[in-house]
């Protein structure tokens, strides 16, 4: 099978090169959204045969194959091809790559335009060798979070109904990124639609987008970020300091995860979630879930992410051992921050999704007001499931009481 995909812009008369218009007359079956069937009907032969991409994607490439075998019972050895159109550059974030994807052995040809994010960057005078892109368009947010995470100073966005201008905008401020500005281009192309606007993001979070639009963030100051949050800047649980890793023991304890090469990480009793945000700070690609029991905690996290700039980390009331983890990803990284004494039954549920090259981390404190042997009964519980514990390392800062940072693997 061979696919020739043509980019298209939103112009009312799409400015097809003659290659293209020849290859358009030779066709027969053609593909597109109605979108682009309504551009591009006027140049179509009288008797082509038009296949609409529309959701589930599954579907139109049945239809494909079944074109293909009607071909083949009729004409053996023959090539089918089908001529798509697509929005802008087919590879950029478009089509061809879904083709690519779903029938790798199949002939592509591509004849791209400019993308909608180029266009953008055009009518702004805006140069965009620079910029990050970051595709919302049917995509969760990570991407964009961990742009605004790492400060990224330009940031090319391509929106969808969900992910409109104002949502975005109203994201960034609740976590605090208010130092961008918004340029929002829509119906780039055409004519009698096409606007361009630049607002601050507050006008952006009020404002209403016609859909197709895409935006350009671009940050209007810069700010520090900090290799180890202060304790200061967390709002505590009973405003208790003990209630609360220090950023001294945080920093060796996301050592001691390996977490620049973890994906997923779970931390298990987050308290004030000190760890977590400065976990998804650090390294901004993980995927975190943060679990705790204490309903009081719930607020307190929430209020320390939105303050301190961390979107993204999924948050799990309950008690651990109730709840049910099996829908959730397989974890390569997992803290262990509170067990309440049941500390063979939580790492005996987490052994049941931890990845093979995952690392479980506690850190046990000695002092006379501590009741529970942390520390015996991680050595117990690493007995009892066969795991290699990596040597202890202990730490005393001030006159705090003495940690010990445990680490053990799954034996290999």
């Not at 965009?128 to 605004?148: C, N, Q």
């Not at 350009?216 to 700010?223: D, E, K, N």
Request: charged share 25%.
């Amino acid at each position: 099978m061979k696919f020739i995909v043509v980019g298209l812009s939103d112009e009312r008369e799409p400015q097809l090169d003659s290659e293209v218009i020849g290859i358009i007359k030779q066709g027969k079956v053609f593909s597109g959204g109605k979108r682009h069937h309504e551009l591009i009907a006027h140049l179509l032969p009288e008797r082509a045969e038009w296949i609409d991409i529309t959701a589930p994607l599954d579907a139109v490439f049945e239809q494909y194959e079944k074109r293909e075998t009607i071909l083949a019972e009729k004409e053996v050895g023959a090539t089918l091809s089908i001529i798509v159109f697509a929005s802008g550059d087919p590879l950029f974030f478009g089509f061809a790559n879904t083709i690519q994807r779903k029938m790798p052995e199949a002939e592509l040809v591509v004849y791209p335009t400019f993308n909608s994010l180029q266009m953008l960057a055009h009518r702004l005078i805006m140069p965009y060798h620079d910029m990050r892109i970051v595709s919302l368009t049917g995509r969760p947010w990570p991407e964009f979070d961990k742009a605004l995470i790492e400060k990224v100073k330009k940031i090319g966005v391509l929106t969808d109904r969900e992910h409109t201008p104002a949502t975005i905008a109203q994201r960034m401020l609740e976590y605090g990124y208010n130092n961008y500005k918004m340029h929002v281009g829509m119906h780039l192309g055409n004519p009698e639609g096409e606007c361009v606007s630049t607002l601050t993001l507050e006008e952006a979070a009020l404002a209403e987008f016609e859909h197709p639009n895409c935006l350009i963030l671009v940050q209007t100051r810069q700010t520090t970020r900090h290799f180890g949050i202060p304790d200061k800047d967390f709002t505590l649980l009973d405003g208790r300091e003990k209630m609360i890793t220090k950023m001294p023991i945080r920093l060796l304890t996301l050592q001691a995860l390996e977490l620049p090469q973890k994906r997923v990480f779970w931390d298990i009793g987050f308290c004030t979630g000190s760890v977590s945000i400065e976990a998804k700070l650090q390294f901004p690609h993980l995927q975190i879930e943060a679990f705790e029991i204490r309903p009081e905690c719930e607020a307190i996290m929430q209020r320390n992410v939105r303050k301190l700039g961390a979107p993204g980390i999924n948050i799990h009331m309950g008690d651990f051992l109730e709840t049910d983890i099996t829908v959730l990803p397989r974890p390569d990284a997992v803290f262990i921050g509170g067990h309440g004494g049941r500390l063979k039954m939580i790492i005996q549920k987490i052994l049941t999704m931890l990845t093979d090259d995952g690392v479980i981390v506690m850190n046990s404190v000695t002092s006379p007001k501590v009741t529970t042997d942390s520390h015996q009964l991680w050595d117990e519980a690493c007995q009892a499931f066969g795991l290699r514990q990596e040597p202890p390392l202990r730490i005393q800062l001030n006159d705090y009481n003495q940690i010990i940072i445990l680490k053990s693997t799954i034996q290999k």
